[in-house]
């Protein structure tokens, strides 16, 4: 009987002992830049000159982020969060896009952020969530950058020239700019 | 609701282990069998080994490439951990445990399917076959004789069990393009509960010696399991900005498995 009070005992103190709370570190976005890819095969890849087929084109955002706050215990485990949330996106061409779209209208419509219906430009900003975090060997890293890709998922009807502009807001106030330019075909 | 009544079989089990320990008589001693109580306590440790699946002839005419999706499903992981005993005379006993089955299906032909049926797209990763577990308390009635020092066990197991699987969603892009299309599998049961029945026999391995107060007793489980399910499945597609193609199909299964694990319990003598 009284082996049977200890295994419960063990067994509840288990139950309690075996998770602890892991808190992310915390990284800031510093900058910003834009360059052409492009999406023809499995996954995107830069583009190796301005032309580039308008069905598979997406704009490659390369964002440069710094760490802010480390946290205790296991970095890979205890994972990352921006300090400054993403607040406002927007995509614009400095030419006519199309018949719906002039000069400097909105394009976050024609954008996704990946391939899937529900990757938006509008459910990035309510995620808040841009950039990601870095690890070295399993430690760490003071500054590095990420890749955000923008999908052109409604190709404009003619080809030619174009210049896209993306912007980005952050809940500290900042706002980030750069311009890409392109010819589709 | 379902907690509740464990806690409650606990507390009755525990109460019938303090009442069988508080009126036992002198001790015998004996390398056999303990015939001193009416009750006998077992806990069973562990049982891990093998869940063969057995085919359903039935699945390979299901429409919509399910036949691929739910057909020729794998050995997989199947056991128990820390089951509670009362046998009554050395003889008839129930038990609870805690019961655990993994089953997947094979992924090729699955994958064959779907690159047949988009040529021109990149299969993701994520294409896999159905896949999913059964887990949940188990209550078995069982009948224990002995030769020797074997112990033969028939028992029959119930499970209300917990469902556990990944809803089938994939991304297939396009070669040359940014299209894609995404391709869902999604299941809405029609029963109440997740059942499995299973009849079993344990054939066990007596250590003990006379100053022993339990026996350990390693051994071997066979049985056979059927789990019956009815599910509505939903299979959809569609391109980017375009409608979808939905397809609906109802599956009844059995799932029938047979079951082969290595068990490790002690019996109190």
Known sequence: ?185 | MENKNLIWICVIFLRCISYAQDNKLPTIDSSDFAKNHKVNFCFTWFEAGAGIPLKEKKLQDLPYGMNHYLYSPKTNLAGGLFGIGLYYKNHWGITVIYYFQDYSVSDANYKNYISNQFPNYYLPYGVQAHTYSLNNINYRLSYRFHKNRFTFEPQFQLGLNDYNDFETHFVLKEEGSNNFIEYDIKKVNQKKNILSYQAALITRYRFTKPQWKWNIEPGLRIGFMIVPTNYNYTISYNSYNMPATVNEVNIKQLNPAINITVVLGAFRK
């Not at chain 1, 023809?40 to 032309?51: D, F, L, M, Q, R």
């Not at chain 1, 052109?152 to 330019?181: E, Q, W, Y």
């Open chain 1, 1 to 185: 009987m009284k082996n049977i009070h200890i295994f419960i005992l063990c067994a509840i103190l288990f139950c309690f002992c075996s998770c602890s709370k892991h808190i992310p570190a915390e990284f800031e976005v510093v900058g910003m830049s834009l360059t052409n890819a492009e999406n023809t095969g499995e996954s995107p890849s830069e583009a190796t000159t301005n032309n580039v087929p308008k069905q598979a084109y997406a704009i490659k955002i390369i964002l440069n982020e710094e760490m802010r706050k480390k946290t205790e215990g296991d970095a890979q485990e205890n994972g990352f969060i921006n300090e400054d949330k993403l607040v406002g996106l927007n995509i614009f061409s400095l030419y006519s896009f199309d018949a719906t779209h002039p000069a400097k209208t909105s394009l976050n419509d024609y954008f996704l952020t990946s391939l899937k219906s529900s990757a938006t430009i509008n459910a990035l900003i309510s995620s808040g969530v841009i950039g990601g975090g870095s690890l070295k060997n399993g430690n760490y890293t003071d500054s590095w950058s990420t890749n955000q890709y923008l999908y052109l998922m409604t190709p404009p009807a003619l080809t030619g020239a174009h210049s896209f502009v993306v912007k980005i807001d952050l809940s500290d106030g900042r706002s980030m700019c750069d311009t890409v330019n392109v010819t589709l075909y």
